[in-house]
């Protein structure tokens, strides 16, 4: 490449650089494969880099994003947005509380359950100052089976939040549960994270009992995946208990 040449690719390479720190940036974690995970860090185009906080997800599909039609429409960079967060996203479909997955609910020959994912950001690095968790669906099965073992298994993930980053505020949000929201097992299975949760003096959101999602408007039709308004009607009933918690 003749001299000229370098003086443009490094021009280019740094209007790419500008355009990548202006807005909303997208930054794949350590350690993960994007495809597969969709572990990315969100920093909010109104917040300096070095003063957003970290807030770091772990969860299932819905975690992820699936049913939002774009990345910035999943519940989770909309509340990173809104409270002005730096998002981490550590969320795998198919996993769960207790559950592990592989190809068909991750996309890896093996993901592991939140507490795996846990120990995966402790691994990576992350230092969040806020960790969210959110999931329980692909727990159902067991949970109907052993209900006792995944009541053991949510306990365990709190407790192994606090212990991993001690000092970060811990967010436990409800399985976005779509389908009969009288099932008596969903309030039962949600009991058991609001009780892991208040060990660990966690904000605790509450989706099922307050109605916040219309099954028949907010199911992208397989009964397991929110849409867009879902994602949006999550993101609001976070805000406002988080919003709630900092003013109590």
């Known amino acids: 490449m003749t001299g000229w040449g370098i003086v443009i690719a490094l021009v280019v390479a740094l209007g790419v650089g500008g355009a990548y720190s202006m807005g909303r940036a997208h930054v794949t974690a350590p350690g993960s494969d994007p495809a597969a995970s969709h572990s990315t860090v969100s920093i909010p185009s109104s917040e300096p880099r070095h003063l957003a906080?970290?807030?770091?997800?772990?969860?299932?599909?819905?975690?992820?994003?699936?049913?939002a039609t774009m990345e910035s429409r999943r519940w989770t960079t909309e509340v990173a947005e809104a409270m002005g967060w730096r998002e981490v996203n550590y969320a795998r479909g198919g996993t769960g509380y207790l559950v592990s997955a592989g190809v068909a609910g991750c996309g890896r020959?093996?993901?592991a359950n939140f507490r795996g994912a846990i120990s995966e950001a402790v691994r990576d690095g992350v230092e969040p100052d806020i960790v969210v968790v959110s999931g329980g669906g692909n727990d159902r099965g067991r949970f109907h089976d052993d209900p006792a073992a995944v009541a053991e298994a949510i306990d365990d993930t709190y407790r192994s939040v606090h212990q991993a980053f001690p000092e970060a505020q811990i967010v436990a949000v409800e399985q976005?549960?779509?389908?009969?929201?009288?099932?008596e097992w969903k309030g039962e299975f949600n009991a058991a994270i609001r009780a892991s949760a208040k060990v660990v003096d966690a904000t605790y959101v509450p989706l099922l009992a307050d109605q916040v999602l219309n099954r028949n408007t907010m199911d992208t039709g397989d009964h397991v995946h929110i849409n867009d308004r879902g994602h949006q009607a999550v993101a609001d009933a976070v805000v406002a208990a988080l919003t709630e918690d900092e003013q109590g």
């Open 53 to 67: 906080p970290i807030a770091l997800f772990f969860g299932d599909s819905n975690t992820t994003g699936v049913g």
């Open 109 to 111: 020959s093996y993901c």
């Open 176 to 183: 976005p549960w779509l389908g009969d929201p009288t099932e």
